[in-house]
């Protein structure tokens, strides 16, 4: 009986515990799905009947709707505090934006720093679960189009884009849009990257050299010299051996786009372009990593870092510039908008410090040489089955205004800037998706004018809103420096590393493809694992430099022979 | 009627445990059949293309699947013989130790890291190991060069095993401890009587006492030999030690969620549960026979 018993219990609680799990994932779809429908069913309903047909043009691109419309997002979280009572998606940003066009905007998921970011939108993409509208890299926008995932933005885009999109993607002549364009229709609305982004440039303690009496570096070798000072002559003066030579990072080189720390000059001076499709002397298409100049560029970083010159610890950092915002390094490589960040952070802790650029280390001819990075590569999707794609275009053409400065309303703008001033946060990382828009040649121009009315030869009174503010804030600095951190960020930017762009010759070499092939969907990731694997142990010397042969031929085995005759294919055709 | 009084509590405690098993054990079965498709999110489980073993195939082309699986079974089996050591001579010695309040400190000391999140310890170690840090200032003092302890495959797999250890030995000695505590005091009384010092006594009687948990402990472990610890190795290894500490998990989590792979990576997955499942029975078996441990 005892037994009997016991098995129907058994039974019964058996029973329930499935019951229970039926209804709590039960449960939960429903919600999810009730929550959904309702909100694209309202939406839908209200965004069909209350927009008019009578407005065009930028009267329609930034036309208030009549009733309240919602857009679900996935919302990358940024560093910065907000002021008391303000949260991501409820902030002065947000609540402009809503105001101006009745969109409100709910965060289906928030993560924080980029590569959270990337995997909640892979995770989104795999199981088949998008918010309203997101931002997504080349490869998930590729994964979202050959799925029909994403709703045609052609048509929406051609009604409701503004003047001011129009105008930056036309900038780059209409490679942005073609770049998300497949069979003549567009399915995201793609980033304007400057052209600036792409050169990687060497930052240095301009404070240090002078207390060491020392000159800027031209070549690799006199760049080694230095970070030997850097290391054994205790330029920070606190009487301890503790400061770095040159930082890196564990990806050895970006590629396309740099970072902090990326080693991508170095290669370049030896006429390398890791990462990047070129052509060879005999014209034939050839991955850029595997070129014998590599080699050498490998060569010259092991040595380095057998010496001591590369930061011994530079693989192993959760956050790479560490030992930047520490004071710890005085000299590593980065693009133009460094001041922005990191330098921001490590001046603030060392207001003594002050960093210059150069565009070094030139190569044996005495030319800078720099990789380009593609016109764009984040861009934003729309669901298949949302309602009201051009909310998100809304959007687009609403923050884009205001971060192009030309948003007409100036009392809310003043109040935007005072906000963010008494916060230090950046507007821009609480608009609702992170995707910039700006012409591809801005930096250097604006350089360039802001240098003309500071020496008086151009009224200020005549330049757009966005390089007003630049000049408006390097006269601060110029006044007061280091004073005024908000000033001091463009200030720099633009003076330094914008200068530097300015006024130095480059040799800029494009990638000639930037896309997926069929063979790299499935091989590419091993490969590039195979590659920064490589890299990486013969540098810090696990590997002797002749390794690089074997991985070149190992490279060309597994898959990359196939795939650079796709390549060739896809570049020629 | 009394019975079912008492047995109540004990049912409402299962269940969670099998809605949890339901959810997260159950239902992602069925999901493995996409270890034989070309997944695509969009078409679904049931609309994606079959391509039977090609991820298979494919998986044993790669350079890296001979390292991975080599990697987790060697962490996994030198974990799990740490684990059972360390635990036991811990017990052992603690057991020895007279001053009874002595012995609940140090029992509650040692096993609070059991209670910490790899999260934080891996930011502990790395500063621990790092090239300031006390471990290379401690073999400063014995005239040794510092070690980049993180980035060398020959010390890191140490690394990993000592501070997995290190977090768990003394949770671990708890079922050892109430082992000891269950070994009859007569037995010791008649070997004092017979004149064994206090080592014979461990050696005639406390060891044989403890001898069926120990062979049952190590059978039941017999089941972990593919589970090497994502938590710890995911949030302390680097792209340098990929060589001697990438496991299957890792492996699968970078195909898959970073890469977009996902019948690659479900194919790794489920050819690690079929070897640990034939691990399990193994293990089971050979408990029910050495140590008399039967579940059903």
Same mark, same amino acid.
């Not at chain 1, 407005?55 to 857009?71: H, N, Q, T, W």
């Not at chain 1, 991985?551 to 020629?572: M, N, P, R, Y």
């Not at chain 2, 990993?160 to 401890?177: N, P, R, S």
């Given at each position: 009986?005892?037994?009997?018993?016991?098995?129907?219990?058994?039974?019964?609680?058996?029973?329930?515990?499935?019951?229970?799990?039926?209804?709590?994932?039960?449960?939960?779809?429903?919600?999810?799905?009730?929550?959904?429908?309702?909100?694209?069913?309202?939406?839908?309903?209200?965004?069909?009947?209350?927009?008019?047909?009578?407005?065009?043009?930028?009267?329609?691109?930034?036309?208030?709707?009549?009733?309240?419309?919602?857009?679900?997002?996935?919302?990358?979280?940024?560093?910065?505090?907000?002021?008391?009572?303000?949260?991501?998606?409820?902030?002065?940003?947000?609540?402009?934006?809503?105001?101006?066009?009745?969109?409100?905007?709910?965060?289906?998921?928030?993560?924080?720093?980029?590569?959270?970011?990337?995997?909640?939108?892979? /995770?989104?993409?795999?199981?088949?679960?998008?918010?309203?509208?997101?931002?997504?890299?080349?490869? &998930?926008?590729?994964? /979202?189009?050959?799925? %029909?995932?994403?709703?045609?933005?052609?048509?929406?885009?051609?009604?409701?884009?503004?003047?001011?999109?129009?105008?930056? !993607?036309?900038?780059?002549?209409?490679?942005?849009?073609? @770049? $998300?364009?497949? +069979?003549?229709?567009?399915?995201?609305?793609?980033?304007?990257?400057?052209?600036?982004?792409?050169?990687?440039?060497?930052?240095?303690?301009?404070?240090?050299?002078?207390?060491?009496?020392?000159?800027?570096?031209?070549?690799?070798?006199?760049? $080694?010299?230095? =970070?030997?000072?850097?290391?054994?002559?205790?330029?920070?003066?606190?009487?301890?051996?503790?400061?770095?030579?040159?930082?890196?990072?564990?990806?050895?080189?970006?590629?396309?786009?740099?970072?902090?720390?990326?080693?991508?000059?170095?290669?370049?001076?030896?006429?390398?372009?890791?990462?990047?499709?070129?052509?060879?002397?005999?014209?034939?298409?050839?991955?850029?990593?595997?070129?014998?100049?590599?080699?050498?560029?490998?060569?010259?970083?092991?040595?380095?870092?057998?010496?001591?010159?590369?930061?011994?610890?530079?693989?192993?950092?959760?956050?790479?510039?560490?030992?930047?915002?520490?004071?710890?390094?005085?000299?590593?490589?980065?693009?133009?908008?460094?001041? !922005?960040?990191?330098?921001?952070?490590?001046?603030?802790?060392?207001?003594?410090?002050?960093?210059?650029?150069?565009?070094?280390?030139?190569?044996?001819?005495?030319?800078?040489?720099?990789?380009?990075?593609?016109?764009?590569?984040?861009?934003?999707?729309?669901?298949?089955?949302?309602?009201?794609?051009?909310?998100?275009?809304?959007?687009?053409?609403?923050?884009?205004?205001?971060?192009?400065?030309? @948003?007409?309303?100036?009392?809310?703008?003043?109040?935007?800037?005072?906000?963010?001033?008494?916060?230090?946060?950046?507007?821009?990382?609480?608009?609702?998706?992170?995707?910039?828009? +700006?012409?591809?040649?801005?930096?250097?121009?604006?350089?360039?004018?802001?240098?003309?009315?500071?020496?008086?030869?151009?009224?200020?009174?005549?330049?757009?809103?966005?390089?007003?503010?630049?000049?408006?804030?390097?006269? #601060?600095?110029?006044?007061?420096?280091?004073?005024?951190?908000?000033?001091?960020?463009?200030?720099?930017?633009?003076?330094?590393?914008?200068?530097?762009?300015?006024?130095?010759?480059?040799?800029?070499?494009?990638?000639?493809?930037?896309?997926?092939?069929?063979?790299?969907?499935?091989?590419?990731?091993?490969?590039?694992?195979?590659?920064?694997?490589?890299? /990486?142990?013969?540098?810090?010397?696990?590997?002797?430099?002749?390794?690089?042969?074997?991985?070149?031929?190992?490279?060309?085995?597994?898959?990359?022979?196939?795939?650079?005759?796709?390549?060739?294919?896809?570049?020629?055709? | 009627?009394?019975?079912?009084?008492?047995?109540?509590?004990?049912?409402?405690?299962?269940?969670?445990?099998?809605?949890?098993?339901?959810?997260?054990?159950?239902?992602?079965?069925?999901? $493995?059949?996409?270890?034989?498709? +070309?997944?695509?999110?969009?078409?679904?489980?049931?609309?994606?293309?079959?391509?039977?073993?090609?991820?298979? &195939?494919?998986?044993?082309?790669?350079? %890296?699947?001979?390292?991975?699986?080599?990697?987790?079974?060697? *962490?996994?089996?030198?974990?799990?013989?740490?684990?059972?050591?360390?635990?036991?001579?811990?017990?052992?010695?603690?057991?020895?130790?007279?001053?009874?309040?002595?012995?609940?400190?140090?029992?509650?000391?040692?096993?609070?890291?059991?209670?910490?999140?790899?999260?934080?310890?891996?930011?502990?170690?790395?500063?621990?190991?790092?090239?300031?840090?006390?471990?290379?200032?401690?073999?400063?003092?014995?005239?040794?060069?510092?070690?980049?302890?993180?980035?060398?495959?020959?010390?890191?797999?140490?690394?990993?095993?000592?501070?997995?250890?290190?977090?768990?030995?003394?949770?671990?000695?708890?079922?050892?401890?109430?082992?000891?505590?269950? #070994?009859?005091?007569?037995?010791?009384? =008649?070997?004092?009587?017979?004149?064994?010092?206090?080592?014979?006594?461990?050696?005639?009687?406390?060891?044989?006492?403890?001898?069926?948990?120990?062979?049952? *402990?190590?059978?039941?472990?017999?089941?972990?030999?593919?589970?090497?610890?994502?938590? &710890?190795?995911?949030?302390?290894?680097?792209?340098?030690? !990929?060589?001697?500490?990438?496991?299957?998990?890792?492996?699968?989590?970078?195909?898959?969620?970073?890469?977009?792979?996902?019948? /690659?990576?479900?194919?790794?997955?489920?050819?690690?549960?079929?070897?640990?499942?034939?691990?399990?029975?193994?293990?089971?078996?050979?408990?029910?026979?050495? $140590?008399?441990?039967?579940?059903?």
């Amino acid at each position: 009986m005892a037994n009997y018993r016991t098995s129907k219990w058994m039974a019964a609680s058996i029973a329930l515990a499935v019951l229970l799990s039926a209804c709590g994932s039960g449960g939960g779809s429903d919600a999810g799905d009730g929550g959904k429908s309702s909100t694209s069913s309202d939406a839908g309903d209200k965004g069909t009947t209350t927009t008019p047909s009578d407005a065009k043009g930028d009267a329609l691109a930034y036309e208030k709707y009549s009733e309240p419309v919602s857009i679900s997002v996935g919302f990358k979280i940024p560093d910065d505090k907000l002021g008391a009572g303000d949260t991501n998606d409820n902030n002065p940003v947000s609540r402009y934006l809503e105001g101006l066009l009745n969109i409100k905007v709910t965060h289906a998921w928030e993560a924080k720093g980029d590569d959270a970011f990337k995997q909640k939108v892979n /995770l989104a993409i795999a199981s088949n679960d998008l918010p309203d509208a997101m931002v997504v890299d080349r490869n &998930q926008l590729r994964k /979202l189009i050959d799925n %029909d995932m994403v709703e045609d933005l052609t048509d929406v885009y051609a009604k409701y884009g503004s003047e001011l999109v129009r105008a930056m !993607y036309d900038s780059t002549k209409g490679l942005a849009l073609a @770049d $998300a364009t497949v +069979d003549g229709r567009i399915y995201g609305m793609p980033n304007v990257a400057i052209e600036a982004d792409a050169p990687s440039l060497l930052w240095i303690r301009q404070d240090w050299l002078d207390k060491l009496n020392l000159q800027a570096p031209k070549t690799v070798d006199e760049l $080694a010299a230095i =970070a030997k000072a850097f290391i054994e002559q205790d330029p920070d003066g606190n009487g301890k051996k503790d400061t770095l030579g040159l930082t890196g990072d564990k990806q050895v080189v970006y590629g396309q786009k740099p970072n902090p720390n990326g080693f991508d000059s170095i290669f370049s001076s030896y006429h390398a372009f890791p990462k990047n499709w070129i052509k060879d002397k005999d014209g034939n298409v050839v991955y850029g990593s595997i070129t014998p100049e590599n080699k050498d560029a490998l060569a010259k970083l092991a040595e380095m870092y057998k010496a001591g010159l590369i930061d011994p610890q530079f693989a192993l950092y959760k956050e790479t510039q560490e030992p930047i915002v520490a004071n710890k390094t005085g000299m590593f490589f980065g693009p133009w908008w460094m001041p !922005y960040w990191p330098l921001a952070d490590a001046v603030a802790n060392d207001t003594k410090a002050e960093w210059k650029a150069y565009a070094t280390p030139l190569d044996k001819d005495g030319k800078f040489v720099t990789h380009m990075a593609p016109v764009t590569d984040r861009y934003l999707v729309v669901r298949k089955g949302y309602k009201n794609p051009e909310a998100a275009v809304k959007l687009l053409n609403a923050f884009t205004r205001i971060e192009r400065r030309s @948003d007409p309303n100036k009392d809310e703008m003043k109040k935007l800037d005072d906000y963010a001033t008494a916060n230090t946060v950046q507007n821009r990382n609480y608009y609702p998706f992170d995707l910039l828009l +700006d012409y591809s040649d801005a930096v250097v121009k604006r350089y360039k004018d802001v240098q003309a009315a500071l020496k008086g030869e151009l009224d200020p009174a005549t330049f757009d809103p966005d390089t007003k503010q630049v000049y408006d804030y390097s006269v #601060i600095e110029k006044e007061n420096p280091k004073k005024n951190m908000d000033a001091w960020k463009p200030a720099k930017a633009y003076e330094l590393g914008g200068g530097v762009l300015a006024t130095t010759d480059m040799e800029k070499i494009y990638s000639l493809f930037y896309g997926t092939t069929k063979t790299m969907e499935t091989k590419w990731t091993s490969l590039q694992k195979l590659e920064n694997e490589t890299f /990486l142990k013969i540098i810090v010397g696990d590997l002797p430099v002749d390794a690089f042969d074997t991985f070149v031929s190992d490279w060309k085995k597994l898959g990359g022979d196939q795939i650079t005759k796709e390549v060739s294919d896809l570049v020629a055709g | 009627m009394l019975w079912r009084k008492r047995s109540f509590h004990y049912h409402l405690m299962v269940w969670p445990g099998i809605v949890f098993l339901i959810l997260f054990s159950l239902v992602p079965m069925f999901y $493995a059949m996409m270890a034989f498709q +070309d997944f695509r999110p969009r078409r679904g489980i049931t609309g994606s293309e079959w391509v039977g073993f090609d991820n298979f &195939q494919y998986l044993f082309q790669l350079p %890296d699947s001979r390292t991975i699986f080599f990697n987790t079974i060697f *962490l996994a089996v030198m974990k799990i013989i740490a684990n059972l050591i360390v635990p036991l001579v811990f017990a052992l010695l603690l057991n020895e130790v007279r001053v009874r309040f002595m012995r609940r400190w140090i029992q509650t000391i040692v096993y609070l890291p059991h209670f910490l999140s790899w999260v934080l310890l891996a930011t502990v170690f790395f500063d621990v190991f790092s090239l300031d840090g006390i471990m290379n200032k401690l073999i400063s003092l014995f005239g040794v060069d510092p070690i980049l302890f993180y980035q060398s495959n020959k010390w890191f797999p140490a690394i990993i095993i000592g501070t997995d250890v290190w977090k768990e030995f003394g949770f671990g000695a708890i079922v050892y401890l109430a082992a000891l505590t269950g #070994i009859n005091p007569v037995l010791y009384e =008649a070997a004092e009587i017979d004149g064994a010092s206090r080592f014979r006594q461990l050696i005639h009687v406390t060891i044989p006492g403890v001898k069926t948990t120990v062979i049952l *402990l190590a059978t039941l472990a017999l089941g972990n030999v593919m589970n090497a610890n994502f938590d &710890q190795i995911f949030n302390m290894y680097n792209p340098l030690v !990929y060589q001697s500490t990438d496991i299957i998990d890792t492996y699968v989590y970078r195909v898959g969620l970073n890469d977009l792979q996902y019948s /690659l990576a479900t194919a790794v997955g489920l050819l690690k549960s079929v070897v640990s499942f034939v691990l399990v029975t193994v293990s089971y078996v050979l408990a029910s026979r050495f $140590a008399n441990y039967r579940i059903f």
